[in-house]
């Protein structure tokens, strides 16, 4: 089935929890579904430590050093981007229980060499929510509608795009320019048969009779609401619930795009780093699923939505980067887990044809303190690293930097690329606002008519992504 046939079924037969805009009055049925460009917001959630993988650094000189680090002993400039090089035992990789999962250097050679680093990035932020926020949004402040929300409504104004937001990230605040489809992945099966205890169960979990009694009081109570319903968006709310309710045909349609066949991992195993091959190719169950295609896997649903043309914009959260405790440990097991996921999605976009038609927004809540606390953690730390690619977005590059103590250097107001003093006043921080003025531009969002609605704070604009 094509995409302007899966958006008229779905417009026909109720997918309007999934699909927000079906029977919209903002949807128009005699467009066809969205063709690109895309728009992805990778975070990775509790504060990762840059240092261990695009901003590198050494433990600093003296007794009582600015920064300490007990993983890294040799930094390496891949493309103008500090990335560890070695540590106490070789070279240098992300690790999960000493294998070695990823290694920063190769992303970078590799898939991820068309990507801009922004480093130095001032968050003026240590609070998670605070951070998850400015990071969605560009305000620490005020709580605008998400980046990705706000390329969904661009997207979806005047045109069919059924999910046109899917929200997966921890922060998705739309201001009610599109709506969410807050996607189940692997849990469609279940929505077109919610009676079964399991998506393959024979028999379902109550008697005909009593699923019938269900649906009988359904509609009785859905016919009370609308009989008190008089506000025209409750009215249509209403609608889309009676018919999300009917659409066990339309679910399956969403399912088929969800439940596709994922490539092997003999499609990637060549694109993977040496050294980590063994580990992202294998399995953690004899005869299961290569870890690679695991990390990938709510990704490739994402992808997929994307591909078929019902989705324009999404979210991605993944956790365990809070590393209060046994950082050197937990740190880069997280991070390796998230960079290997970053790689899925570059290569498996290539393999889709999306490649050139996909923007990726890689951010954290803040960075960690250059110093271990007394549980050999780190803290929360306002300074951190944002990474970029898409189409016009020249990558290759780190733009920014932060100094020994991984304190935010300035950048010239006239020329990014050059870095000055944090005492320099012809420069300026980079801070979240600047990122999403320039997606803004780049996106084509400050062109949109509800901007106005959602103004970032005021400051003067960086150049950051031409």
């Not at 969605?136 to 409504?153: Q, R, T, V, Y």
């Not at 104004?157 to 922060?171: H, I, T």
């Not at 999404?314 to 790689?343: C, I, S, W, Y």
Request: aromatic share 8%; proline share 5%.
């Amino acid at each position: 089935m094509d995409r302007r046939d899966f958006v008229k079924f779905g417009g026909l037969t109720g997918l309007s929890l999934l699909l927000p805009w079906a029977g919209s009055s903002q949807a128009r049925a005699d467009q066809t579904t969205w063709g690109g460009p895309y728009f992805l917001h990778m975070h990775a959630g509790g504060g990762w430590d840059p240092t261990l993988f695009c901003d590198a650094k050494l433990t600093a000189s003296g007794p009582t050093p600015v920064y300490e680090n007990k993983l890294v002993v040799a930094v390496s400039q891949v493309n103008g981007i500090p990335v560890p090089a070695a540590s106490a035992e070789g070279k240098f990789y992300l690790r999960s229980n000493r294998l070695p999962v990823e290694d920063p250097a190769h992303f970078f050679q590799t898939a991820g060499r068309d990507m801009l680093v922004l480093n130095g990035v001032d968050t003026q932020t240590n609070n998670h929510e605070t951070g998850v926020q400015c990071l969605a949004c560009g305000h620490n402040d005020i709580e605008l509608p998400a980046l990705a929300a706000l390329f969904a409504g661009l997207a979806a104004k005047g045109r069919d795009v059924p999910m046109a937001f899917l929200a997966g990230g921890q922060y998705n605040r739309t201001g009610d320019v599109v709506g969410v489809s807050r996607f189940p992945g692997d849990k469609v099966a279940l929505l077109a048969d919610p009676y079964k205890a399991a998506a393959n169960d024979e028999k379902g979990v109550l008697s005909d009779v009593a699923t019938q009694r269900i649906l009988q009081l359904r509609g009785e109570r859905y016919a009370a609401l609308e009989s008190q319903a008089t506000l025209p968006r409750t009215k249509r709310t209403l609608k889309a619930l009676r018919e999300a309710t009917r659409g066990g045909a339309a679910v399956n349609l969403l399912k088929q795009v969800a439940s596709g066949v994922a490539p092997g991992i003999e499609t990637f195993v060549n694109d993977l780093s040496p050294d980590t091959r063994a580990y992202l190719a294998g399995s953690n169950n004899s005869g299961g699923r290569a870890r690679f295609l695991e990390l990938g896997a709510p990704l490739e649903t994402i992808l997929r939505c994307f591909q078929a043309g019902v989705s324009a914009s999404a979210t991605f959260d993944q956790g365990g980067f809070d590393t209060h405790g046994g950082h050197d440990e937990n740190q880069p097991a997280a991070m390796g887990a998230f960079v290997a996921r970053l790689r899925y999605v570059l290569l498996r976009a290539a393999q889709m044809g999306l490649r050139d038609k996909l923007y990726v927004l890689v951010t954290s809540d803040f960075g960690r303190t250059p110093r271990y606390n007394s549980g050999n953690g780190k803290d929360h730390w306002n300074v951190t690293s944002t990474l970029v690619a898409g189409p016009g977005i020249r990558g290759g590059r780190a733009i920014g930097k932060s100094d020994e103590g991984h304190k935010a250097m300035r950048v010239s107001k006239a020329d990014p690329s050059i870095v000055v003093a944090d005492s320099d006043s012809s420069g300026q921080r980079i801070q979240a606002s600047d990122i999403h003025r320039e997606l803004r531009r780049v996106l084509g969002v400050d062109k949109a008519d509800f901007i106005r609605d959602f103004q970032l704070p005021p400051g003067l604009p960086l150049r950051l992504l031409g």
